[in-house]
Every structure is written in C-alpha cells, then in structure tokens.
C-alpha cells in the first residue's frame, strides 16, 4: 500500500535564513521497463565492476540495474520539483519540492510505491566535523613520521617490506569534503602516479571535492599519504576514488542519501574497499532521529546500502562511532551493517579510547568488530602540517588500508573472507567483546595464514609459503611412506623452469626452498607441481611480485 509520511512541516524561525526546498525520498514500484539488462552489464557498470563481480563469483542482478529513466523524467516533469539523487540498489529518486501540493499528484503515479521526507527544515550552518589536533609526538620513524605506531601495531610494517602497500587496490573514500587534498605534498605520489581515479560531490552535484571540509583530508592521509620521512599512510600505492556525501553545514537524513549514490558510484567505478568515516544517529529535525532499535542492519537506508555494497564484493570498513562517552553510546549507522568492518578506536597501547563507540547491533550481532588506533592518531592536515586527531574516523582508514595491503597478497579471496581473516587475527579473537570485538588484528599473521597452502590426504602433507613471493619459496612437507618426490616450478604456459628432486623417507618431515632461481623470474603467476613416484600429487599456483 502507498503511503505517505505525515507531520508538521518546520519552517525556521531564523532571521536571515532562507528556507530551503523540502527533500524527499521516493521509492518506486518496479524496474520493468528500464532499458538496460544484466545480460550487458558493460552498460552501466565499469570493467573493474564486473570483473570484481566476475572474480568473487557474484551474479549481476536486478540490483544493478538503473532505474527506469521513464520514470525519472514523469517525476521531473512537475515544475516543482528538483531531481537530486537516484539510487538503483533502493530504486528509489531523492527530490527536493518547492511546492507541497504537488505531493499528491506524485503518490498518484502508478510507479511509486512510497514517500518520505528527508529534510524540511531550514538550520543555522555548522562549524567543522570534530577533528581535534592533539599536538605533535617525540617519536617519529625515518620512513613513516608520525605514523609509524598506528601501522606497527598490526604489523603493517612487515607487509609493506614484502612489498604489500594496497597497489591495484581500489579504496573508495565517503566523507565530508577534501580540502587542500589537491595541493599538499604528502599526496603529490598519488597524483603524479594517477592512482587518484575520481572524484563526485554528491552534495553540490558536481566533481570538485577540495573544500568544505578537513576531514576527508585527514582521513585520506592516514591511508594514502606517502612522503617519506613527513608521513606514510597504510596503504601507500593504492588507488583512491573520493566522494563528498557530508554536508557539515547540517545533519539530515539526507546526507544517508548521498551516501547511497556515492556507494553505488564507487561500486561502478571498481572499488575493492569502500572506507567510510561518518556515522548517523540523531539530526537536526529529531523528528527523523534513528533509535537503537533502528541500529540492526536493516532499518536505515545507509545500513541497507552498505550491506548491498558488501553482497556486490566490496568490503565495507566503517567508523564504529565516537558516541561512547555520551548518552548515545552505541554504534551509528552504518556501522551496524551486517556484512560491514565497523572500527573501534584504541590508543597506542591497544587500551580503548574513552570516545569509542559500543555495540552490539540492536538485534545482538557483535559490533564493533575490529580496533585500530584513533587516539592521537597521525594524520596530515589542509595546511600541511601533519598532527594528531581523536576519532574513530581514523581508526576506520588506518584499518582500510592494511586491508588493502593484505588484499593485494590473497587477489583469490573474496571479501567475506577476508573480512573473517582479519576478524580471526584479531588480538582478542578468543575473547571478543562489545568494546573492541574481535581487538586490534596482525596483518602479518593473517597474511600468513592467507597464503599458506596445505594439501592433507591420509599419506602427505604438503605446505607452500609464501604463495605471493619475491626472492624466496619455502615448502614444508611429510609423508607417512617413503617416495621419491619431484617439484616443478613451470611458467603459465606449462613450461617447466625449474626443477627439484629428493626422497623422503618414512615419517622424516622435509624443508626444501628455492632462492636464487626465483630472482631471475619475471612478476607474474607461476604454477608448483608435486609428484610422487612420478604420480602427481597436487598443483599450486604461486605469484612471483618483484623482480
């Protein structure tokens, strides 16, 4: 049944203040004669969309599709009427309306199915998101700055000397704004190596980003900064699509509608990791605030769309909240996404930060999952100057971008699976809780059970380390009858390149590596072969990542 919101439509009181265009939020019946398919997807989503989709095993579907451009144009027709925002995931048009009584004529098209209100109110404009700087510290690494103890607790240094810095990772970034981002040095790097791929303001409607806001710019440097010796973020030599979906001059539940036409344009873009540093509660017009109960991972329409995002393989990484010292002490949307990595924060000595957010998730799911740190936490501002902030906004990036680096070692697995991989590697993993959920995670240690290959029957045992390698291949293996083993090395098109031969006797549990014939492979995909007694046992693929 249709239906439409019903209440006492503010006006403000301000002097000097215009009132705004109401917005809304019309959801439609259907997508039956939108001209696009799933069977063309290259129509509306990018090669780098369909083949995550392609590579995660996950089917284009209805959800993909966008919505039917008929319908658009008879909802614009009303001279009223402001199109702001589709969503193709909710099928549903954000509008803003001049005139009321259009509404009516609206709820009556035959393709809506519903209307909300959004926003209907005029506010008095905000001073900039929290963003604290806490001053500068003692300690500073010649290579990373400042920022060396918020990627040192989870070994995120040892992935980098592997050469695992987030490259060919795509990280989405939904914030506030980006100011100065495209002049400061720290991000000159990723400029000048294009790995910036894009940039939309949801918020104005258009494609510059650099302004508004500090946030964004902070957030983004505690992933992508790279200036060797002033500051280097988690995920140096990744790739960043930026999104303005926060209007700071007020807090509505229409920032949650641009937040879902940014996730669905970083979707099409390609993004592997969406990192989103805001969170929603209570706004302006409290006559829309979320309640706890609303905070399950299925009522809010940013929740609703960050599991979506999820279900198409990106993994979601989310702000916890800053919410644990107030009233409100729970999560924020989306954190309580089902399928999201939502971040608590914690200081350099993996002790909570009082500000940090609690679950769980109205309906029991433990949340927050993981803590990175996000007290006095390094990040480089608009000016330049790089200092310390206090936030679960940084605690969310710092972990996006070791996930990034983690991914970059294990390309085969989706993102439920390495979302479960960083859960499991967590520092209180045995122990999870409300606080910190699964705690701080060791990126190396989950990179070593991600690339550890095993092969168990009855008679052997076989293990490959690292299957991403450089210089060295160690492979570990014991049989319970003894055998002549032989180990192959081929490249991909099945040319044997090197080869090993040993017996092993009964029991007796053997270690062999290659080094210096790996030095002069090429990168690329190699494949390991096992024979015993001229029966081949099993096949690996390996990756061979410098030269």
Known sequence: MKSLVSSLFLVSALIGFAQPKNKYWIQLADKSNTPFHISNPEEFLSKKAVDRRVNQLIPVDFKDLPIDPAYVEQIASFSSVTIRRTSKWL???????????????????????????????????????????????????????????????????????????????????????????????????MREEDRLLGTRDFVDGDNYVYHSSQHGTAVLSCMGAKLPGKMVGTA??????????????????????????????????????????????????????????????????ISIAADIAASKGILVVTSAGNMGSQPWHYISAPADADSSLAVAAVDSFLIRAPFSSYGPSSDGDLKPNVAAMGYKAACTFPSGEVGQANGTSFSSPILAGMAACLWQSLRGNTNIELK??????????????????????????????????????????????????????????????????????????????????????????????????????????????FFKDDVKIAVKKIFKIKS
């Open 91 to 189: 099928n549903s048009v954000s509008v803003e309306i001049s005139d009321s009584k259009v509404l009516d004529s609206i709820i009556g098209l035959p393709f809506v199915y519903n209307i909300d209100r959004v926003r209907t109110m005029a506010i008095d404009p905000r001073i900039e998101l929290p963003l604290k700087s806490t001053g500068h510290t003692n300690y500073h690494d010649e290579h990373y700055g400042m920022a060396f103890r918020q990627i040192e607790m989870h070994s995120g240094h040892l992935l980098h000397n592997l050469g695992f810095t987030g490259a060919g990772i795509t990280i989405a970034v939904l914030d506030a704004g980006f100011d100065k981002a495209n002049e400061i040095d720290v991000f000159d790097a």
């Open 236 to 301: 140096p030599d990744a790739s960043y699509i930026l999104i303005r979906t926060e209007d700071v001059s007020s807090e509505s539940l229409v920032e949650e509608d641009n937040w879902v036409a940014g996730a669905e344009y970083a979707d099409s873009m390609g993004a592997d990791i969406l990192n989103t540093s805001l969170g929603y509660t209570q706004f302006d017009d409290s006559t829309t605030d979320h309640t706890y109960a609303d905070m399950d991972g299925n009522t809010t329409r």
């Open 420 to 529: 479960e991989l960083i859960e499991r590697n967590g520092h209180q993993y045995s122990n999870p809780d409300f606080s910190l959920g699964y705690g701080v995670p060791n990126f190396y240690t989950a990179y070593l059970e991600g690339n550890l290959f095993s092969l168990s029957t009855s008679d052997e045992i076989i293990s490959v380390f690292p299957t991403h390698f450089n210089d060295k291949l160690t492979v570990h293996f014991h049989s319970q009858e003894s055998g002549n083993w032989k180990l192959n090395v081929l490249n991909s098109l099945g040319q044997i390149l090197y080869q090993k031969e040993l017996h092993v006797a009964t029991g007796e549990y053997v270690q062999t590596v290659f080094t210096d014939e790996l030095l002069r492979l090429n990168m690329g995909t190699y494949l390991i072969q």
